[in-house]
């Protein structure tokens, strides 16, 4: 009888120790897990974390999103892709082990269409913040993006470029780099189509972790261009800029969105004067209530964080990107990919960076650039562009 009873008072504090943990499964907190695919380090580490400043203060801004009534925390799930197409790889393959519901990145067009194949076969949506070639979207039904693209990028620089006087151009790009060698070839189609066939003299290009410019640059030198267009990392453009100026060449320089970096003036120093560069975000002209709100919190956060309260265009998209993604999510009331992959297409709000929806095949619609300029080694803006 004894033993009967001491199995039955057993069987009863088991029962209450499972009790306790199913109750306590209702009280633990719900989270979803937003991956940030971004580089941390390499060629574009720098622009990269940036991007991902941009991210974590919109987390810190935005922490939980609610799905069928229940709030949820937001958990960023941080990986470094390090520039390179193969690491990119790898680091999208442990955002998908991870379990997380979307990504935001990349900072990089080629690290982006690297992992896009990955994203796609784990159905799992990404939204590029500042990727700006075709190739990110084209045929991937699971990439989304909140920038323009590089064939409106580089149709704004050689319609500013002719409308400033320039009736010939040389182009320097990266070889095997989607976004250098992507927005080189819009501008050339483009000047070529508004300035007349051969209008483009010279095109160069250079190889990955090339230091030494001064080949390319004495041939640029002979076809005197009236302007240099060399979309490029912000690694490479100091050192192009800084050997173009010391050869002579006083052309005008210009540069892609990479090029709106407070690294390039430090590096490059008094010879980046003058130069011209296209951008996504001015800090100066906040066209929206978000934006405003933006620049004054993220330069606190900035400053808190060890960095310099200038707002790089990168943060803002990486902003744009993250509250997108709660919108996904919020408008798919669900944690699965391919329910917030579907909603996104619908998605509509107004950014930091402007209004925010989706054409057919997930490129934001965007129709202005910011035009900026480096004057008294500091970024001033210039204008903006509109393209029909």
Known sequence: MKKKTALILVFAMILMVFAGCSSGTGDEEKVIKIGVFEPLTGENGGGGFQEVLGIRYANTVYP????????????????????????????????????VSVVIGSYGSGVSIAAGEIFAESQVPAIGASCTNPQVTDGNDYYYRVCFLDPFQGTVMANYAIQNGAKTAAVITQL???YSSGLGAFF??????????????????FQTNQTDFKAILTNVKAKNPDVIFAPSSITTAPLLIQQARELGITSPIMGGDTWENATIIENAGAHAEGIVLSTFFDEAEPATDE????????????VENGQDEIIPAVSALGYDAYLTALEGIKAANSTEGPAIRDALAGVSLVGVTGAISFNEIGD?????????????????????????
Not at 188 to 205: C, T
């Open 64 to 99: 939980t999103v609610e799905i069928n009534g229940e709030t949820y925390t937001v958990e960023l799930v941080e990986v470094d892709n390090k520039s390179d197409k193969t690491e990119a790889v790898t680091a999208a393959q442990s955002l998908m082990s991870q379990g």
């Open 364 to 388: 934001a619609n965007k129709d202005m650039a910011f035009i900026k300029t480096v004057e008294n080694g500091a970024f001033k803006f210039l204008m903006t562009v509109s393209v029909e």
């Open 176 to 178: 095997g780099d989607d």
């Open 291 to 302: 934006a405003a709100s933006f620049i004054t919190g993220f330069k606190e956060y900035l």
């Open 188 to 205: 050339v189609d483009a000047f070529n189509r508004l300035g007349g066939a051969g209008s483009v003299i010279s095109q160069e290009q």
